[in-house]
């Protein structure tokens, strides 16, 4: 808790002191970005992965602290108005790593982050290629290490659909990112689930469909 209160007096000096053009400092805002999303993936916020006492012993004392964090690294990210590709594609690991984490509310409201990238290269290249680029090799040794489940899968594609249709310039390219952003998912997630299978022939067919 203490932590977070740094963090978020970190936030407030930046937006503050560090925003305007004249004062605006990248690897500040990188190393807040960074530090929130630490924070934000640590061992110990992880509340799925304790009994359910201890779960709803933190949560009534201290609630979703990733909740919290997540919503302020949303808003910080909005801030950056203009600066925003500046952080492309350097911050989609990050923030993909914090969309990953298994809290359906945290997902909601961060995931759309993703769109917002999209658009932001786009209007300045015509195209959001070092955005999805960035993604796939992220999401690909993401799900490898154990993040990413069908609940993400199924959200990140609804989402990202329907903030696609609400800009004609990115439905027909947003749908197709999202259809092959989808297959990859699925045939990583079925790849994960048969490595320690003892059906072989499976194994090897799931293989075939990821390559």
């Not at 696609?164 to 259809?179: Q, R, T």
Request: charged share 25%; with cysteine; glycine share 4%.
């Amino acid at each position: 808790r203490e932590f977070l209160r740094a963090i978020n007096q970190f936030a407030t000096t930046l937006t503050e002191r560090f925003l305007s053009n004249s004062n605006f400092e990248l690897q500040l805002w990188n190393n807040y970005f960074h530090l929130a999303v630490a924070f934000l993936t640590q061992d110990s916020l992880q509340l799925e992965n304790f009994s359910p006492a201890k779960r709803n012993s933190i949560l009534a004392k201290y609630g979703d602290m990733r909740a919290t964090i997540g919503a302020s690294i949303r808003d910080m990210w909005y801030s950056l108005g203009q600066r925003k590709i500046e952080f492309i594609p350097g911050m989609v690991g990050p923030i993909l790593e914090m969309t990953l984490v298994p809290e359906l509310e945290l997902r909601k409201s961060t995931i759309p982050i993703f769109f917002d990238m999209m658009l932001c290269e786009h209007r300045l290249t015509g195209s959001f290629s070092r955005f999805e680029d960035e993604i796939l090799r992220r999401l690909d040794s993401e799900v490898e290490g154990g993040r990413g489940d069908e609940q993400y899968m199924q959200l990140f594609k609804s989402i990202l659909l329907s903030c696609c249709k609400s800009h004609p310039e990115l439905a027909k390219p947003g749908e197709d990112f999202v259809k092959l952003v989808s297959e990859l998912l699925e045939r990583l997630l079925d790849y994960r689930a048969v490595m320690n299978d003892e059906n072989k022939t499976y194994s090897m067919s799931c293989t075939v469909n990821l390559l």
